[in-house]
């Protein structure tokens, strides 16, 4: 069963915007961790922000945590096409085995 | 450094017969992982091995699937009979212990017809 859900299900924007994804999530969690998925391939990993964390940046992301809300969004600034995959949620409330749950994902598409 | 490697990529098998799928994770990892994506449920763990002993096989869907993990370098997915709504995308992915990342492969996109 999917942990978190995030919204929109779908985003497109122009190059230069910003990309913003929001993941909610139902139980508590050790961290939540974003990834990204291009057209055909295996997820990466882009970033880690863990429970006792409210803001974390690397590069052009920013991803916030709310844990009160049990919410996350996940910022991509000046998108490029490249930037252009689905984006997950997942989050990690196995205490150390890094079970993660994964969410239904954003499909971002960022036009020239 | 060699990532998580899966064979096969791509598999078209005729319903009911077995399907094979392979993985071998990360070089040092002791943790894996087996997910299944689909359009309708998305990515779901299906069962996840921590040194080689399967700690969680609640997301097997069932018994026609298992999972081993006969040693560090190497894991199997078998489905035995196939069916039609097997078909989906499965990933392997590993990670180390007290490391937070996990790794994926490329997955086996299997079609059952």
């Known amino acids: 069963s999917q942990q978190g859900e995030e919204d929109p299900q779908a985003l497109s924007i122009q190059e230069g915007e910003n990309a913003t994804m929001n993941c909610s999530y139902k139980?508590?969690?050790?961290?939540l961790q974003w990834y990204r998925q291009n057209s055909g391939r295996g997820l990466v990993h882009l970033i880690l922000?863990?429970?006792?964390?409210r803001e974390k940046h690397s590069g052009r992301l920013r991803v916030t945590l709310d844990t009160s809300k049990k919410s996350s969004s996940l910022l991509i600034t000046a998108s490029r096409a490249a930037d252009t995959a689905s984006y997950f949620c997942?989050?990690?409330?196995?205490?150390?085995?890094?079970?993660?749950?994964f969410g239904a994902g954003t499909r971002l598409a960022v036009h020239p | 450094d060699a990532g998580v490697i899966q064979s096969p990529r791509h598999e078209v098998t005729e319903m009911g017969q077995e399907v094979t799928l392979r993985c071998k994770p990360i070089?040092?990892?002791?943790?894996l992982f087996w997910y299944r994506q689909t359009m309708m449920r998305g990515l779901e763990l299906l069962i996840y091995?921590?040194?080689?002993?399967?700690?969680?096989d609640s997301g097997m869907p069932e018994d026609r699937f298992s999972a081993k993990m006969p040693n560090a370098s190497f894991s199997t997915l078998k489905i035995q009979p196939s069916e039609p709504r097997d078909s989906a995308v499965y990933f392997c992915?590993?990670?180390?212990?007290?490391?937070?990342?996990?790794?994926f492969g490329e997955g086996s996109w299997l079609t059952v017809v």
């Open positions: 992915a590993s990670s180390s212990t007290g490391g937070n990342t996990i790794y």
């Open positions: 139980t508590s969690i050790n961290n």
């Open positions: 922000i863990r429970s006792n964390e």
């Open positions: 997942a989050t990690d409330a196995s205490g150390g085995y890094n079970k993660l749950i």
């Open positions: 070089s040092g990892h002791n943790s």
């Open positions: 091995f921590n040194n080689n002993v399967p700690i969680d």
